[in-house]
């Protein structure tokens, strides 16, 4: 994934670590979703774990080099969903999450890449019935792996 010019710079005194975040001009969703996408991400992974303090979205906003109206909104919108929380005058902190939750947004999450990932696929021309090969040999194979890892 490429990286915000700014991702790996230090913080400036006050400032929060920059997030491992990239908006990208050639993809297809707004930034604001990019940016939802992302974060929910390194939330439903663990990478960030509950309580942890975010950047403000100004904050966010000059690190990621684009508006606060966009970093406002997907804060907005990670808040409805209940993946943050925002406390008036302390700032936005990633929400505790019960396990079923996490699960079932993990499942959520998986379960809308597999859709495009499968729309794109019958879209470029390849049947349903090879996409569902495709998927069992690629499972297959990551099964496998992880097999004679462990």
């Not at 808040?79 to 396990?99: C, D, N």
């Not at 495009?116 to 569902?132: D, E, H, N, W, Y």
């Amino acid at each position: 994934m490429e990286r915000s010019p700014n991702a790996g710079r230090p913080p400036a005194d006050g400032e929060t670590p920059a997030l491992p975040i990239a908006l990208l001009p050639g993809d297809p969703r707004p930034y604001y979703q990019q940016l939802v996408d992302q974060l929910r991400e390194l939330v439903l992974a663990g990478r960030l774990a509950p309580g942890t303090l975010l950047p403000s979205v100004r904050t966010l906003a000059r690190q990621l080099q684009t508006s606060v109206i966009t970093t406002r909104r997907a804060y907005e919108e990670l808040e409805r969903a209940g993946l943050i929380v925002t406390r008036q005058g302390t700032g936005s902190f990633v929400a505790p999450l019960e396990p079923d939750r996490r699960r079932e947004e993990q499942e959520k999450n998986a379960r809308s890449l597999l859709i495009t990932a499968i729309t794109q696929a019958m879209q470029l021309g390849v049947s349903p019935r090879r996409v569902k090969e495709m998927v069992s040999e690629i499972m297959d194979s990551l099964t496998s792996s992880k097999e004679e890892v462990d």
